[in-house]
């Protein structure tokens, strides 16, 4: 792009013009020859000319400097040089074009980066209600004297962040009806926006205005785009005073909409997925244990990692449908790790549940479940091991059932721990599942524990790479002979931990049945029921 000189300007010692070329008569029409130079052009020429003839030697310096301006708004620069007998020629330049792709290329430079910034802030949270608070912080600051974001409505009420230039966002719930708002309703929807130029400011309802704001302006109202269905919608304000909204700003905001509406999106995506996620823990969380119709039932599980909650190991405890029947136990571990795992592990909590009916006969539960899960398309299987638990007088009877899982092991008040002689075959993975059933006895004070291998498999120790093994268990469980349930499993739990480390580690369970040290009561009327103590 050329820019097009208009010489000249020539102004004697004594600042009279002496001379003027076409071009500059045409452009400063007063500057003819005899005229006084600082009389005839603009203000900010007339002060570099003087500044050319200062007696403190700055005209040396000055000289050749060149000083820009408007002249009938188009742009200048003037260059000047100052010859031996003092005269000053001035020559201008046209630099309009030049500085307009300064002023765009500098405009394009703030708006990028100002869309970086709110890029990393929107996006440096993934709470619903932060998103919004930046979103109209980050709108009042750079795009409006105020700003609104607003959520889709909850049943009556439109979730609101209002915001003001200089002061905090404010959250509020309008009761208000969006399309009574020319253009919010059909923001709120995802369609496209109204140009500014068709809302008039006047119809901005008392809700939508900031207190002390004063006469509203200008309107821009445009959605705030999310993934599939609109985030909500931001609401630009400009006071009367200042200067409406054009084609370009109105573009630039779109642009920013879309920034914010993709981090509030994602906010409340995240929101939904934590809410269902936290049903579904409570669904598959292994439940607290407490003693049921004298029995002391306690459990203990920890996940193979911190941040997780569930995984693939499992255990419930179903008490006794009548005074008299036993209470029945299963604890598993199904193949895998993580969320995969918890999913099948549900699905077998809930079988066995259905086939509660069938707890007598432990060998048709585990056909029956390994029938399911064959035939289900998922390719895990899980190890099982299934307990009903009676109390007769003040012992407890056993009946254990192994299926592809190590072994119950027995806790005797001597400190002799007895592996229960229980085997068989895991589920899902064969069309046929086998098991043998064992019965043993509880005497008061003693104990069956139940376990997954993720405790005796647990490596660490001081070097780190032993396995905790059924040894090291078995004495640890020596030293808890007569323990309570709870304790036996807070002693488990911790000394496999402290095996561990920090390290990784299997899935973590273990589930104690302990005959407790009491005496039962009959019924002293012939119909309550009876009730044990210490």
């Known amino acids: 792009m050329s820019r097009a000189p208009y010489p000249v300007l020539v102004a004697d010692v004594g600042g009279t013009i002496v001379l003027r070329s076409d071009a500059a008569g045409a452009l400063l029409p007063g500057a003819c020859p005899g005229a006084v130079f600082t009389d005839v052009v603009p203000t900010w020429l007339s002060a570099a000319h003087d500044a050319l003839g200062m007696p403190d030697g700055r005209a040396d310096r000055a ?17 000047s040089s100052v010859q031996d007998d003092g005269t000053v020629v001035w020559w201008l330049v046209d630099d309009t074009d030049h500085r307009l792709v300064r ?12 869309l970086a910034k709110a890029s990393n802030l929107l996006l440096s949270s993934l709470n619903l209600e932060r998103c919004m608070d930046v979103t109209a912080q980050l709108a009042a600051e750079h795009l409006a004297d105020a700003a609104l974001v607003i959520a889709p409505s909850r049943g009556q009420r439109l979730p609101v962040v209002t915001c003001l230039r200089g002061a905090g966002p404010v959250r509020s ?23 500014s ?26 959605p705030l785009p999310g993934h599939g269905v609109a985030a909500g919608a931001l609401v630009l304000l400009r006071r009367s005073s200042t200067a409406a909204f054009t084609d370009g700003e109105e573009v630039f905001a779109r642009l920013f909409a879309t920034r914010a509406g993709a981090a509030m999106s994602a906010a409340r995506l995240y929101a939904e997925q934590i809410s269902i996620t936290e049903v579904l823990m409570r669904e598959l969380l292994p439940p607290s244990l407490h003693q049921i119709s004298g029995v002391d039932f306690a459990g203990g599980y920890r996940p193979s990692e911190d941040h997780e909650r569930i995984g693939g190991d499992f255990y419930d405890v179903h008490p006794a449908a009548a005074e008299g029947e036993a209470s029945f136990v299963a604890l598993g571990d199904v193949c895998g790790k993580g969320l995969e795992a918890a999913v099948l592990t549900g699905k077998i909590r809930n079988t066995l549940h259905a086939l509660l ?22 390719t895990r299987f899980a190890t099982l091991v299934l307990a009903s638990a009676v109390r007769e007088g003040s012992g407890v009877n056993l009946r254990l059932t192994s299926a592809g899982h190590p072994a119950p092991l027995i806790v005797r008040t001597s400190g002799v721990v007895e592996e229960a002689e229980t085997r068989g075959t895991l589920v899902g993975a064969i069309p046929e599942a086998v098991a043998h059933t064992a019965a043993v006895t509880l005497a008061p004070g003693e104990s069956c524990v139940l376990y997954t291998d993720g405790i ?30 709870a304790g036996i499993v807070e002693r488990v739990q911790m000394l496999a931990s402290q095996w561990v480390g920090t390290g990784r580690h299997d899935d973590m369970a273990v589930v104690v049945i302990s005959a407790p040290r009491t005496h039962y009561l009959s019924a002293v009327n012939g119909h309550t029921r009876g009730r044990y103590t210490a």
């Open 357 to 378: 009916p069938l707890a007598d006969d432990h060998q048709q539960m585990i056909s029956l479940l390994n029938t399911a899960l064959v035939n289900s398309h998922h």
């Open 197 to 222: 130029r068709w809302i008039d400011p006047s119809v901005a309802p008392a809700w939508m205005v900031p207190e002390g704001f004063g006469p509203v302006g200008s309107i821009v109202i445009t």
């Open 103 to 114: 002023d765009a290329l500098r405009m394009e430079r703030e708006r990028t980066e100002f």
């Open 63 to 79: 000289a050749g400097t060149p000083v820009s301006g408007a002249i009938s708004e188009r742009s200048f620069e003037a260059h």
């Open 456 to 485: 005796t498999e647990a490596k660490g120790g001081p070097m780190g790479g032993a396995e905790f093994g059924e040894k090291r268990l078995q004495r640890v469980l020596t030293e808890c002979a007569g323990m309570p349930s």
């Open 173 to 195: 719930q309008e009761s208000a009806e969006p399309d009574d708002v020319p253009g919010l309703g059909e923001a709120l929807r995802g369609f496209p926006p109204v140009p």
